[in-house]
Structures are given as structure tokens and as C-alpha cells.
């Protein structure tokens, strides 16, 4: 039997039975909160030196939390007749950091609900809506346009910032002086009258075009890399807004502290030991790794439609994603403590 009539007996199964997987990412979705808070009670408050059973769970639990965005994709890929069921898997992807923008959202309207109700409550609405909205199948590769162009060569634009804002980030791995110098000189730059007007405008363009070119690609399912692409692309479009409301709205609005060292570690507790903070965790790890993993996704589409063919550009895929999980590690240990002169003594 062909992969494409399994394929269509796939489809025709879907179609006629329930399809409980398709649920599965609005369960892991709604578990997320709970393995963070039962971190939390693994790991306490205090930064005493934790037995190695303790330590051996929290890091299961932690694990288990990456686990739900990188499900998400996997369950993308299904070739589900419903639009619905793919674009909920597409949402539970970007889990972790939609998790910090509704604990800010909640802080700024002083809301008395727990995170974790709210959250619920979110899940359960975007669930029934996906099982709900039926559209009629999709073309394999949509009508973009020039969309596709547009969104590329902003991309480029900005991975300048992006490059110099994640290369700030890994000297906090010397420490927060380093981390700081770094940040002084950057901000003459992207903090300028000019500057940040038009870093925010073009960021907020970018989550506006990724979000309409994700919604499209969504329609149908496609080959692993191109879901891998969509996927990561929609968790950046919630980063960011989610981001830029932290630090313009929150902090400098809301809260009147400088968006430093340590508002991004969230002193005097830090990222591990607090019930809040442990959700920045994952949030900035992908956010890291998410952002460089998806410009190595849009790189392999220009080499392919370019000429180079398929296996070399997928290779140098990988080796990009391989780097860009190393970047994003090494940043979040940086801010979890880790020293680069510790480790060498
Ligand atoms: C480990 C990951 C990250 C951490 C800890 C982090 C933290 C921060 C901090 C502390 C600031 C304030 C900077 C300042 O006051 O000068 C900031 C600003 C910003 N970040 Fe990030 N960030 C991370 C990743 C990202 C990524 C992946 C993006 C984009 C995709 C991004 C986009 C921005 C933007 C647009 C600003 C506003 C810059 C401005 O002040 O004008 N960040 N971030």
C-alpha cells in the first residue's frame, strides 16, 4: 500500500470516527500550569542543596513541561480533515510563553482569579472552538503572495537585534556586570528616539505578518520541517507581544523599574526557586531557541528555492536547530546562575 492511499484511509477513518488525539494538545495545555507548580513544590523556595531524588523529579516534571509545545508540533503534523483539530495543536505549541502573558495580563488588572482557572477556562473555550470550526479542505500550499517576501526580508532586518539581544544575554553567563555592559552600549542603539520606534514597529509588523501566513499554512497538514516552521513562528508571534507588554507596559509603565538584569531573572528570587518565575523558564528558553531554529527554517526555504537541494538544506537545518538549542541553554543557565569562570575552575 502507498504512503498516499494510507493516507487517504487515514483521512476517511478521521472522518467518520471521533478523533480523541485531537484533544490531546488542550490536555497538555491545560496540564502545563500544574507541572510548573508541581516543580515548584519539588524544588521550595529556598536554595538549600536539594537530595538527588528531588532534583531527579523536578528535572522529570521540567522535562515533561518542554514536553507540551514539541507534542503540539507532532500533532500538527496529523493529517486531521479537520482545520480545527490542527490549529489547536498549533496553539498548544506556543503554551509556555502564552502562560506568562496571561500571569502579566493578570497582574496588571490586579485580576483576584488564580492563573491557573483562568487558564483553564482559556483551554476549554479554544477546545470547543476547534472542534467546531469545520472549513473546507485546503490547498496544500496556500495563497500568500508576496506575504512570504515581505515577512522574509523584515525577518532579516531584525535578526540583527535579535543576534545582538541574544548575544547580550549569553554574557550574563559572566555575570550581570558583563550582561549590563553589553546592554549600555546596545542601547544607544535600539533604545535611541529612532531606534525604538522603529524596532517595535517592525517587530509588531512581523507578528502581524507571521500570524496572517501561520493562519494559512494552518489550513492544511504538511511535511514536518514546514510544520516545525509554522509552529515556531506562531509561539514568536505571542513572545513577542507578550514580551514587548512585560517590558514596555509592565515594568517601565506599570511597575516603574528598569527592564534589567534583574527584571529579566526575576531578583531577588530568581527563575528556579519562585512559583511565578519558574514560567519565565520556558517561556525565554524557547523564545531563544524558537527564534533562531525559525530563521534556520526560512533560510532552508530560500536555499531549496535557490537550487541547493533538499538533503544539504535540510542538514544545515538541523545543525542550525542542534546550535540554536545549545544558545538557548546556555542563556537560560547564564540566568540560572551558571558562571563561565566557575565552570573552568
Ligand atoms: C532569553 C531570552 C530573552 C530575554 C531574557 C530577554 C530579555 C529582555 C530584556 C531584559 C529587555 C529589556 C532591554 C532593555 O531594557 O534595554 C528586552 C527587550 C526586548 N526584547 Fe528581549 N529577551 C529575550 C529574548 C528575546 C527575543 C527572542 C526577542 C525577539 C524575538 C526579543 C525581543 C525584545 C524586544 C523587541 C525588546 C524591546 C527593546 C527595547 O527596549 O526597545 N527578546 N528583552
Same mark, same amino acid.
Given at each position: 500500500?502507498?504512503?498516499? /492511499?494510507?493516507?487517504?484511509?487515514?483521512?476517511?477513518?478521521?472522518?467518520?470516527?471521533?478523533?480523541?488525539?485531537?484533544?490531546?494538545?488542550?490536555?497538555?495545555? #491545560?496540564? @502545563?500550569?500544574?507541572?510548573?507548580?508541581?516543580?515548584?513544590? $519539588?524544588?521550595?523556595?529556598?536554595?538549600?542543596?536539594?537530595?538527588?531524588?528531588?532534583?531527579?523529579?523536578?528535572?522529570? !516534571?521540567?522535562?515533561?513541561?518542554?514536553?507540551?509545545?514539541?507534542?503540539?508540533?507532532?500533532?500538527?503534523?496529523?493529517?486531521?480533515?479537520?482545520?480545527?483539530?490542527?490549529?489547536?495543536? @498549533?496553539? &498548544?505549541? $506556543?503554551?509556555?510563553?502564552?502562560?506568562?502573558?496571561?500571569?502579566?495580563?493578570?497582574?496588571? +488588572?490586579?485580576?483576584? +482569579?488564580?492563573?491557573?482557572?483562568?487558564?483553564?477556562?482559556?483551554?476549554?473555550?479554544?477546545?470547543?472552538?476547534?472542534?467546531?470550526?469545520?472549513?473546507?479542505?485546503?490547498? *496544500?500550499?496556500?495563497?500568500?503572495?508576496?506575504?512570504?517576501?515581505?515577512?522574509?526580508?523584515?525577518?532579516?532586518?531584525?535578526?540583527? @537585534?535579535?543576534?545582538?539581544? =541574544?548575544?547580550?544575554?549569553?554574557?550574563?553567563?559572566?555575570?550581570?556586570?558583563?550582561?549590563?555592559?553589553?546592554?549600555?552600549?546596545?542601547?544607544?542603539?535600539?533604545? &535611541?528616539?529612532?531606534?525604538?520606534?522603529?524596532?517595535?514597529?517592525?517587530?509588531?509588523?512581523?507578528?502581524?505578518?507571521?500570524?496572517?501566513?501561520?493562519?494559512?499554512?494552518?489550513?492544511?497538514?504538511?511535511?514536518?520541517?514546514?510544520?516545525?516552521?509554522?509552529?515556531?513562528?506562531?509561539? =514568536?508571534?505571542?513572545?513577542?507581544?507578550?514580551?514587548?507588554?512585560? $517590558?514596555? /507596559? @509592565?515594568?517601565?509603565?506599570? =511597575?516603574?523599574?528598569?527592564?534589567?538584569?534583574?527584571? *529579566? +531573572?526575576?531578583?531577588?528570587?530568581?527563575? +528556579?526557586?519562585?512559583?511565578?518565575?519558574?514560567?519565565?523558564?520556558?517561556?525565554?528558553?524557547?523564545?531563544?531557541?524558537?527564534?533562531?531554529?525559525?530563521?534556520? &527554517?526560512?533560510?532552508?526555504?530560500?536555499?531549496?528555492?535557490?537550487?541547493?537541494?533538499?538533503?544539504?538544506?535540510?542538514?544545515?537545518?538541523? /545543525?542550525? /536547530?542542534?546550535? &540554536?538549542? !545549545?544558545?538557548?541553554?546556555? #542563556?537560560?543557565?547564564?540566568?540560572?546562575? $551558571?558562571?563561565?569562570?566557575?565552570?573552568?575552575?
Amino acid at each position: 500500500m502507498t504512503a498516499f /492511499v494510507r493516507l487517504q484511509n487515514r483521512r476517511r477513518f478521521l472522518e467518520t470516527h471521533f478523533d480523541y488525539l485531537a484533544l490531546a494538545p488542550a490536555a497538555a495545555a #491545560i496540564g @502545563y500550569p500544574f507541572l510548573l507548580d508541581a516543580f515548584h513544590a $519539588v524544588v521550595g523556595t529556598q536554595t538549600v542543596s536539594l537530595p538527588p531524588l528531588a532534583i531527579a523529579n523536578a528535572t522529570f !516534571i521540567l522535562i515533561a513541561a518542554f514536553v507540551v509545545p514539541f507534542l503540539g508540533i507532532v500533532l500538527a503534523c496529523r493529517p486531521t480533515p479537520n482545520p480545527g483539530s490542527r490549529r489547536l495543536a @498549533y496553539a &498548544s505549541v $506556543v503554551s509556555p510563553t502564552l502562560y506568562v502573558f496571561l500571569g502579566v495580563v493578570q497582574a496588571l +488588572i490586579k485580576s483576584p +482569579i488564580p492563573d491557573e482557572v483562568a487558564w483553564c477556562a482559556i483551554w476549554l473555550a479554544i477546545a470547543i472552538w476547534s472542534q467546531s470550526a469545520r472549513g473546507p479542505v485546503a490547498a *496544500a500550499v496556500p495563497a500568500v503572495g508576496d506575504w512570504r517576501v515581505v515577512h522574509g526580508v523584515t525577518a532579516a532586518v531584525l535578526f540583527l @537585534y535579535v543576534v545582538f539581544h =541574544l548575544t547580550n544575554h549569553l554574557f550574563g553567563l559572566m555575570g550581570p556586570d558583563a550582561h549590563a555592559t553589553v546592554m549600555k552600549f546596545g542601547r544607544v542603539v535600539y533604545r &535611541s528616539a529612532v531606534g525604538e520606534p522603529v524596532l517595535v514597529a517592525a517587530m509588531l509588523f512581523q507578528v502581524r505578518t507571521g500570524l496572517f501566513l501561520a493562519w494559512r499554512w494552518s489550513a492544511a497538514a504538511h511535511d514536518f520541517q514546514r510544520t516545525y516552521q509554522v509552529a515556531s513562528g506562531a509561539y =514568536l508571534s505571542v513572545y513577542i507581544l507578550g514580551h514587548m507588554n512585560s $517590558v514596555f /507596559v @509592565y515594568a517601565r509603565s506599570f =511597575l516603574g523599574i528598569p527592564t534589567d538584569w534583574n527584571f *529579566a +531573572i526575576g531578583a531577588p528570587t530568581g527563575l +528556579i526557586h519562585d512559583a511565578w518565575n519558574i514560567r519565565l523558564l520556558p517561556h525565554y528558553a524557547l523564545g531563544a531557541f524558537f527564534v533562531l531554529s525559525h530563521l534556520a &527554517s526560512g533560510l532552508r526555504v530560500v536555499l531549496i528555492a535557490h537550487g541547493v537541494d533538499q538533503r544539504s538544506a535540510d542538514h544545515l537545518w538541523g /545543525v542550525c /536547530v542542534a546550535m &540554536s538549542a !545549545i544558545v538557548a541553554a546556555a #542563556i537560560v543557565a547564564g540566568m540560572c546562575g $551558571v558562571r563561565i569562570g566557575a565552570l573552568a575552575s
